[in-house]
């Protein structure tokens, strides 16, 4: 008998600040609609100067240590695209602020938005290999264009941290998955820029090639049809683009493109996206998060996730809802990180924007500007320095 392995609980973390895509389109002059409706995007969460992609993983990560433990931890993968060393971890920082049993492997992965789908494919395998142990995931990324690009209004930041394990509490990842991969420059990032280049117009070619793809290999090899799905988890690197996804897949498989229907199939996976903005590696599991948060019953029910990383590396897998599961949520704790987000004009995001260390390996504090629970106090010697609060 297979046994039954997914996710046993999932928290996520955004930055200290946000805003409003009104604010952006009265600096730029866009119609507010290009953003609300073009692309589905109401604002944009800016993490304070002292908030990273490590901060953020260890906020996420922190609540499920505290309700489980870390006693059958023995496994963090952190997946991220916005990684702050060429070597180093960040799981690593993270694994030291949470005070983890130093008998843990700890790993980075990449691959564009897709790295954490793979981290947890990696963590069900090795569940499956020793089911008395559970493995972290944490999917942390700040998303950062150059001010005034095409892509600055798809900017976000935010951390999701899954425990994986066996008799989960919340959703049992399914058999088998469709993979698909594909060389194409869409969406990279070159070791000498901070912010990523785009070509939109190949991306979003590139991601509805990948829906095909995914879906042509997971049908392959004897996954659900699409009708017995109850709701289907895009990757958002804008709200609008999971939707655009989903139409193509109907239009794939031969059937009408009824916007009721997707936006039934849709609708409750995209709220957390929608304010918080593109969280790249973390976007496709805050759509869970939403879809477990406002969704009626879905116990029982069959998910379809549909995780895309640019360049590009993409996977459709399946996932059961299990029952029991409203009792393990976190939906106060998901409102409350969201809510809890001070408001920025322009001209204060933009600061938050160009703030970077000098890299010349002095002693240089960062300003105190977030409320949560750990902080990136500065650096000394080209050395990343963290404090829990």
Known sequence: MSLS????????????????????????GTEIGKYHLGI????????????????????????????????????????????????KSAGVYVHSLLGLPSATRVVELKQACYGATAALQFAIGLVQRDPAQQVLVVASDVSKYELDSPGEATQGAAAVAMLVGVDP??????????????????????????????????????????????????????????EEFAAFCYHQPFTKMAYKAHRHLLNYCGYDTDEAVIARALGHTTAYNRVIGNSYTASVYLGLAALLDRAEDLTGRPLAFL?????????????????????????????????????????????????RFPTDGGDHATPEQTTGPFRLAGISGHK???QAR
């Open 40 to 87: 589905g995007q109401e604002s944009m969460s800016v993490p304070a100067a002292d908030e990273d992609i490590v901060t953020l993983g260890a906020t996420a990560a922190a609540p499920i240590i505290a309700r489980h433990g870390a006693e059958r931890i023995r496994t963090v993968v952190f997946a991220t695209e916005s990684s702050i060393d060429q070597a």
């Open 307 to 355: 995780s895309y990383g640019s360049g590009s590396v993409a996977e459709f897998f399946a996932g059961t809802v299990v029952a029991g599961y409203r009792e393990h949520l976190r939906t106060d704790a998901n409102r409350r990180a969201i809510d809890r987000r001070t408001e920025v004009d322009y001209a204060r995001y933009r600061d938050l924007h160009e703030w």
């Open 169 to 226: 509490a919340l959703v049992r990842i399914e058999d088998p998955s469709g993979l698909f991969t594909a060389d194409v420059m869409d969406f990279w990032r070159p070791n000498y820029r901070e912010a990523a280049l785009v070509d939109g117009h190949e991306s979003i070619g590139a991601y509805l090639q990948a829906v095909e793809g995914t879906w042509k290999d997971y049908t392959e090899q004897g996954g659900r049809t699409l």
């Open 384 to 386: 990343r320095l963290y």
């Open 5 to 28: 392995i997914g996710i046993h609980d999932l928290s996520f973390a955004t930055g200290e600040f946000v805003l409003p895509h009104t604010a952006l389109a009265a600096h730029n």
